[in-house]
């Protein structure tokens, strides 16, 4: 698995773990500098403490990890290097105070002033170490051909012409594209410059291997969305890192995983590993998370309950059936927002135009529902209708976050791509919900939530949760 991951990447990693080791040694010693070795040595807990650091600083580079700070794109640079190296340390900084909260007499970690000086000598020695002394060293490896990682590009229009203009014109980052790979083109015809056309995507696995690729970007837009997915499909099943520039993927909100390759907007691309470790992690942080939920939440989910009790006759809750995890039905719950008795029809409908629609039509939302109550439209422009799924989570019927689940009638319009999103639990939140909401089409939709199912991680997790808040809040896009 770690094959895919170049050397450098490992190079970098080890002298961040070791900068931070620095940065916690220093800061120890600037806020006792007035006592002691030995004191500070014979102190409670001490070895404790050491070890605490010595392993919370490798959570701290997979941190990193998770904030693309191993990434070409990102060390080449300096703002945004800096900002995605404060914003790791904070989110490691979370973690290290609910452990002092916990264990007690950690008289050096939970000290604020040796918590403040060390992000402060941390941000600053790896800017300093990235800058001046990484970054310049692998531009000279680069241009000196020392580092080179070899790249395939899927595709011959316009946008792959451009991907292989973009890498050619930079030798600073250790790029070299050996040539194109595409089903239309006879094999040894020129594509751009000396670059040819190396056989068709059947030969892609056997390409990456004879060639030593290290890189494939699928560089195809005019191509339709299952034509796309196979060819990401193929690309995957080698061994070679994947990345994707094509306009179908422009949904995928710039903020959240998207990278630039060289000045070109990318979309990584990972291959799926199956991770039980990951599924274990995501099971147990469901339950922790919904039982808190729902203790904090009691007293609003009592008053909701009374607020459509009072309202309107019929019941609290809304039960009809969704479709979960490889097409597995299950009771989805709901608040009730509709009077009873409500004719679907007009969803139904409207659910088909969505499904239908090509990108750019316009598709008339059902804004003004005669159907739904008075309580029930406060209820759906917050998503506050929606908390009764945190019972589906304990199921397991449902993650906090993933794919929505369907409805039967929806599934029966399912291309064969559409139901990729099926490949997982459904969740509460998804990417959809925090980066368009009901203002993406319904290809859109599944775009986004395959891409969360490529890319799935407990970071990410974290971060559509607290993403979800504000959308929630602020009512943005709901109906």
Known sequence: MFKQYPKYKFVLAAFDYLLLLAAWLAAVNVRFYDVPAMELLSRPLMRTQAALVIVYSFIWIIIFQHFS??????????????????????????????????????????????????????????????TLIFRPLFALGSQAKLIRRKVLIVGRDRTAKMVAAQISLDNSHGFDVVG?????????????????????????????????????????????????????????????????????????????????????????????????????????????????????????????????????????????????????PFEFYKFRTMYVGGDDTAHREFVNEFMQAEKGEGIKKITDDPRITPVGRFLRKTSLDELPQLFNVLRGEMSLVGPRPCLPYELEQYQDWHRRRLAVIPGCTGLWQVA????????????????????????????????????????????
């Open 436 to 479: 368009g909401r009901s203002a993406v089409d319904f290809n859109d939709m599944v775009i986004l939530d395959l891409f969360y199912i490529d890319n799935m991680s407990p970071l990410f997790d974290l971060r559509i949760i607290f993403r979800t808040l504000p959308v929630m809040l602020l009512a943005k896009g709901g109906h």
């Open 180 to 328: 194109f790979v595409n089903d239309e083109t006879p094999v040894g015809e020129r594509i751009f410059e000396d670059l040819t056309n190396l056989g068709s995507l059947d030969d892609l696995n056997e390409l990456v291997i004879s060639r030593d690729i290290k890189e494939v970007i699928i560089a195809e837009s005019d191509v339709t969305h299952q034509s796309l997915l196979d060819i990401i499909d193929k690309a995957q099943a080698t061994s070679a890192n994947v990345r994707l520039v094509s306009e179908l993927y422009n949904i995928i909100p710039e903020k959240v995983l998207l990278e630039k390759y060289l000045g070109v907007p990318i979309v990584k691309m990972p291959q799926n590993y199956e991770n039980a470790l990951f599924s274990v992690y995501k099971r147990v942080f469901d339950v922790v998370v919904t039982v808190v939920g729902l203790i904090i939440l009691a007293i609003p989910l009592a008053v909701i309950a009374l607020l459509i009790k009072l309202s309107s006759k019929g019941p609290v809750f809304y039960n009809h059936t969704r479709i979960g995890k490889d097409c597995e």
């Open 69 to 130: 700070l191993y990434k070409i794109n990102l060390f080449m640079s300096f703002g945004e290097q800096l900002v995605a190296i404060f914003k790791s340390l904070m989110f490691g900084l979370i973690g290290l105070v609910v452990i002092t909260f916990v264990f007690k007499r950690l008289d050096f970690i939970e000290s604020r002033i040796v918590l403040g000086l060390f992000v402060l000598f941390s941000l600053a020695g790896m800017m300093l170490f990235r």
